[in-house]
C-alpha cells in the first residue's frame, strides 16, 4: 500500500506540469490590435504626417519593436513584398475605404491580408495614385466601377502593381 501511494504522489507534479503544458499550448495568442493615428504620427518611409493626406493608410506590427504607419497603402505593400522583408509580422491593418471619410481617414481598421483592393484607380492619396482597401469585395467594385481600376484580394497583388519609384512625380503637391 504504500508503495502505491508514493508512486501516486510522484506522478502529480507530472500530471500537473503536463496539464499547464497543455493549457498553455491550447490559448492562443492575443491579437495584436490596430493603433489609431496621432496628431503627429508620421510615415515610416518618408516622415510625412499621416492626418496631412487623403486616401487608406496602413500599419504594420512586427514581433518585436513599434509599429510601422504608411500614409499610403502602396508603401505598405512595397514594403511587405519585398524579397529582402526579414521581420516577424504579428499583424497588418490597412482602412476598409467603404466606411472611412476618403479625404480624412480615420479609424476603421481591417485586416489588410483579409481586405480588397482597387488598383489602377486614379483616385489620389499622399503619394499620387493609391491602392484603395475594403473590407468588402462589392464595395471595392463598386469603388472600381465608379471611379476605374481593378479589384484584386491581397494575395494577388505584386510589387511591379505597387511600384514607387515613379511615386512623387504623380503627386503634384510635392
Same mark, same amino acid.
Given at each position: 500500500?504504500?508503495?502505491?501511494?508514493?508512486?501516486? &504522489?510522484?506522478?502529480?507534479?507530472?500530471?500537473? $506540469?503536463?496539464?499547464?503544458?497543455?493549457?498553455?499550448?491550447g490559448?492562443?495568442?492575443?491579437?495584436?490590435?490596430?493603433?489609431? /493615428?496621432a496628431? !503627429?504620427?508620421?510615415? &515610416?518611409?518618408?516622415?510625412?504626417?499621416?492626418?496631412?493626406?487623403?486616401?487608406? %493608410?496602413?500599419?504594420?506590427?512586427?514581433?518585436?519593436?513599434?509599429?510601422?504607419?504608411?500614409?499610403?497603402?502602396?508603401?505598405?505593400? $512595397? /514594403?511587405?513584398?519585398?524579397?529582402?522583408?526579414?521581420?516577424?509580422?504579428?499583424?497588418?491593418?490597412?482602412? !476598409?475605404?467603404? %466606411?472611412?471619410?476618403?479625404?480624412?481617414?480615420?479609424?476603421?481598421? /481591417?485586416?489588410?491580408?483579409?481586405?480588397?483592393?482597387?488598383?489602377? $484607380?486614379?483616385?489620389?492619396?499622399?503619394?499620387?495614385p493609391?491602392?484603395? $482597401?475594403?473590407?468588402?469585395?462589392?464595395?471595392?467594385?463598386?469603388?472600381?466601377?465608379?471611379?476605374?481600376?481593378?479589384?484584386?484580394?491581397?494575395?494577388?497583388?505584386?510589387?511591379?502593381?505597387?511600384?514607387?519609384?515613379?511615386?512623387?512625380k504623380? !503627386?503634384? %503637391?510635392?
Amino acid at each position: 500500500m504504500m508503495k502505491l501511494h508514493s508512486r501516486r &504522489a510522484s506522478l502529480l507534479p507530472i500530471l500537473f $506540469s503536463t496539464t499547464l503544458l497543455l493549457a498553455a499550448c491550447g490559448e492562443s495568442a492575443k491579437p495584436t490590435p490596430p493603433l489609431e /493615428i496621432a496628431g !503627429d504620427t508620421s510615415c &515610416a518611409l518618408d516622415g510625412m504626417v499621416l492626418l496631412d493626406f487623403p486616401g487608406p %493608410k496602413a500599419q504594420i506590427h512586427y514581433d518585436q519593436g513599434t509599429p510601422d504607419f504608411f500614409c499610403d497603402t502602396r508603401e505598405m505593400f $512595397s /514594403i511587405l513584398l519585398r524579397p529582402e522583408q526579414k521581420k516577424r509580422i504579428l499583424a497588418i491593418y490597412t482602412q !476598409d475605404m467603404g %466606411k472611412a471619410d476618403w479625404n480624412r481617414p480615420e479609424g476603421q481598421w /481591417i485586416d489588410a491580408k483579409t481586405a480588397f483592393y482597387v488598383i489602377d $484607380s486614379p483616385r489620389r492619396g499622399s503619394m499620387g495614385p493609391t491602392v484603395p $482597401s475594403f473590407a468588402s469585395e462589392a464595395d471595392a467594385r463598386k469603388f472600381a466601377g465608379q471611379y476605374g481600376g481593378k479589384v484584386l484580394p491581397f494575395a494577388q497583388v505584386t510589387l511591379d502593381m505597387v511600384d514607387l519609384s515613379g511615386g512623387a512625380k504623380h !503627386d503634384e %503637391k510635392m
